[in-house]
């Protein structure tokens, strides 16, 4: 086992977007990358695609260089701290449905040290909400795309939305089949955990993290639909990440497929 350093976010749910069909990003380091240009600001801004958070987020300082008036205070838990975001911050931005109206305002400073580069924001799960939207990592895309689109030669698994997150099931070495969160915004490939029972549905809280954190990791079997992935490199963790979740499948898996389609009206996950 070695120890890796990993940084987590999540939040809860919000509204849901229209507008701009096809989005461009780059794909670095294991983390989806959107230039967003927002009125007011001279250079486009770095923004995440996070799946893992529930609702979009601009960096406090961001905020603060655009001139957005400060929303009111709310409490925000992080792993193993918490803080004070503020909502809402309102956006503008030139590419109609990229951003949400509203975001929380959140300090992604942590994040931006981890990511030795500027994180202005994240877009969050609420950007699929009621939508049909393609990631495409062979065409580095990201689409809102038709019931009549869906690959003829994509495998198809249930989702469950539960408090703004996406969970999927998944399958490790030879245990029970259990619920884990589709992230985005966690480069790796699982982080799963390893004890203890999930409690029961808990309200949602605003949630982001506020510290990295060291996590020890093997290499595991792992299941995902009808397809095997071995030696599949695993954060172990001794308590849930979120309550009533076994762990994250990031992007180290669901980018080993052509394209992911999540679609949010049918509960269902496409993967080609």
């Not at 929380?104 to 909400?129: K, M, N, P, T, Y």
């Not at 949630?207 to 397809?227: E, K, N, P, Y």
């Amino acid at each position: 086992m070695r120890l890796v350093s990993l940084l987590l976010f999540s939040a809860t749910a919000l509204s849901a977007l229209g507008g701009n069909d096809e989005i461009d990003f780059r794909f670095r380091e294991g983390l989806i990358w959107v230039a967003v240009q927002v009125r007011g600001a001279k250079a486009p801004l770095n923004f995440l695609l996070d799946t893992g958070a529930g609702v979009s987020v601009i960096n406090l300082g961001t905020a603060r260089k655009l001139g957005l008036p400060t929303g009111h205070p709310v409490k925000v838990r992080g792993v193993g701290a918490t803080t004070t975001g503020y909502w809402p911050q309102h956006l503008t931005p030139t590419l109609p449905g990229v951003l949400p109206n509203n975001c929380l305002a959140v300090d992604l400073s942590a994040l931006s040290g981890a990511c030795e580069c500027q994180v202005d924001g994240l877009i969050g799960a609420d950007f699929f909400r009621d939508q049909i939207v393609q990631i495409d990592f062979e065409a580095r895309k990201v689409r809102r795309v038709s019931a009549s689109e869906h690959p003829e030669a994509a495998k198809c698994i249930p989702l469950k939305i539960r408090h703004g997150a996406l969970l999927a099931p998944v399958r490790v070495d030879d245990g029970a089949q259990k619920w884990v969160r589709v992230d985005t915004g966690c480069a790796s490939s699982l982080q799963w955990v390893t004890s203890g029972g999930l409690p029961t549905d808990q309200p949602g809280v605003p949630a982001v993290a506020l510290s990295s954190l060291s996590i020890a990791t093997t290499f595991t079997q792992v299941r995902l639909g009808s397809d095997t992935f071995p030696e599949v490199p695993t954060g172990l963790h001794q308590k849930e990440i979120f309550p009533g979740e076994a762990g994250l499948l990031g992007n180290g898996l669901l980018s080993r497929y052509r394209s992911v389609i999540i679609d949010w009206k049918s509960r269902r996950l496409f993967l080609k």
